[in-house]
Nanobody, 124 residues
Framework: QVQLVESGGGSVQAGDSLRLSCALS????????GGWFRQAPGKEREFVAA????????YYVNSVKGRFTISRDNAKNTMYLQMNSLKPEDTAVYYC?????????????????WGQGTQVTVSS
């Protein structure tokens, strides 16, 4: 049974950094492409970043380009989201997700397994 557990969220000031981790159990991470999504109060879940399975290609939503970095460590069965220069508009519950397949995807429905989410709150 595949399970994902996020960690690393918290409350920070604008301009601070956080690193989110997503630990996978039940199967090797090397089977999956991965992604991060977020959902702010009253808003729909939105794509943040994705990474492919083998060649580690990445893709970001425009609002986080240059500030966030997605990465993965297959040996540790973990995916990361390094978030720098955080802004109040980054406040949301952040979810990691993985999909069976090599290619990265931007749509939540294309992901097969999800974590429970971790809260990130950025104050001005």
């Amino acid at each position: 049974q595949v399970q994902l557990v996020e960690s690393g969220g918290g409350s920070v000031q604008a301009g601070d950094s956080l690193r989110l981790s997503c630990a996978l159990s039940g199967r090797s991470f090397s089977w999956f492409a991965g992604g991060w999504f977020r959902q702010a109060p009253g808003k729909e879940r939105e794509f943040v970043a994705a990474i492919s399975r083998s060649d580690f290609r990445t893709y970001y939503v425009n609002s986080v380009k240059g500030r966030f970095t997605i990465s993965r460590d297959n040996a540790k069965n973990t995916m990361y989201l390094q978030m720098n220069s955080l802004k109040p508009e980054d406040t949301a519950v952040y979810y990691c997700a993985v999909r069976n397949g090599a290619n990265l995807r931007l749509t939540a429905s294309e992901y097969d397994y999800w974590g429970q989410g971790t809260q990130v709150t950025v104050s001005s």
